[in-house]
């Protein structure tokens, strides 16, 4: 009987192995590894959401099928990558050109309430322009043009309003909700936000703002009005003029039927007056406050620095002067204009010093 031979293996009889089939093993084991890894990954992924990135504009690969060599399998990994790298690389590229903006949308305008910067006298929201505001909002259904606020830091839940105050009233009275942007803002930066915004639509009239910007300096949110014009953004000399209004005594505002007439140009004028005789402005002012009949703003204020008697002025009247041989005098007052006109008739020449010393006399 012939004996039978085995083969010889390193295995079997401990011999070294040779380099050559070391790297087929390892090669053997690493592809069972990577063909085990793939297995349990396509498991894992199995019940896994689809993801559509066709929208982000990439070209697809397709690549074949099958059996796949390590090689292979890292080539793919490799491609992965760099494919998932260039989607963030867009996506990133699309989010920042959004970086800046701020989130906007529909709030309560129940919870909306108006901070102490408030610029907005009572009296705004009575005129004709709101009226025609709030029926433009109603009818497009809500504010077009978001309003500002910032998260109230008092009450949670609630904000504090920027800018947008009369589109805010308009929602509020309407009952709807109110688009708006949500930005969180230290008192200095919503002041100059609102008061920029303010003037750049419906402006304010010189009354409100003065009584505005008088608060800011009063309460020490800016530590002069050099800083706040800076800040702001504002005229330094028509800032003096609103600040001279919003510092007139409240006999002579209240002497006004309406404060929001008052207009800059009036403020030195009035300054001045009170400075000059203080007393004579402010009794005045009370008799104009008392007078049951109300004058428009350009008569009060002629009213109080030239006088004029009784509220209202006693009209224009004509005096007749009787005198001897002939002689005659008409004097024509007129309260409204200051003025006295006097003519003489039958005066004898002689006499025309008197009258020149006598009127001399009168305006001396």
Known sequence: MTPIR?????????????????????????????????????????????????????????????????????????????????????????????GDANPSRKLDPKLIKPSKWANRNELSYDGVEFAELKLEIESA??????????????????????????????????????????????????????????????????????????????????????????AASIDLSQLGKALALARLPADVINAFSNPLELQYRWAPLLTQAIQKDPDLILSRAKELLAAPVKLKAPQVLTRLLEGGGTVPPPAAKKVVVKGKDGQSAEIKLDPSKRSAVISLANIDPKRFSEVEKAIKALLS
């Open 141 to 230: 259904g809500g504010n077009i043009q978001a309003i500002k606020v910032r998260p109230s830091k008092t009450v949670a839940g609630e904000y504090e309003l920027v800018f947008g105050h009369r589109r805010h009233r308009a929602c509020l009275e309407l009952d709807i909700p109110v688009l708006a942007v949500i930005e969180d803002l230290v008192d200095s930066e919503l002041f100059c936000q609102m008061d920029r915004e303010n003037r750049a639509r419906a402006a304010l009239s010189p009354w409100e703002a003065g009584t505005t910007y008088a608060k800011a300096l009063d309460e020490g949110l800016f530590p002069s009005a050099r800083k706040l014009s800076e």
């Open 6 to 98: 085995l083969a010889s293996t390193p295995e079997l009889t401990g011999a070294r192995m040779t380099p050559m089939s070391a790297w087929s093993n390892w090669s053997r084991n690493k592809s069972t590894r990577h063909g085990n890894v793939r297995q349990e990954n396509q498991m894992a992924l199995k019940d896994k959401p689809k993801v559509d990135l066709s929208h982000i504009g990439l070209a697809t690969v397709n690549r074949a099928s099958g059996a796949k060599t390590a090689i292979g399998m890292h080539a793919d990994a490799l491609f992965r990558d760099e494919q998932v790298t260039a989607e963030n690389i867009e996506l990133k590229q699309k989010l920042a050109a959004f």
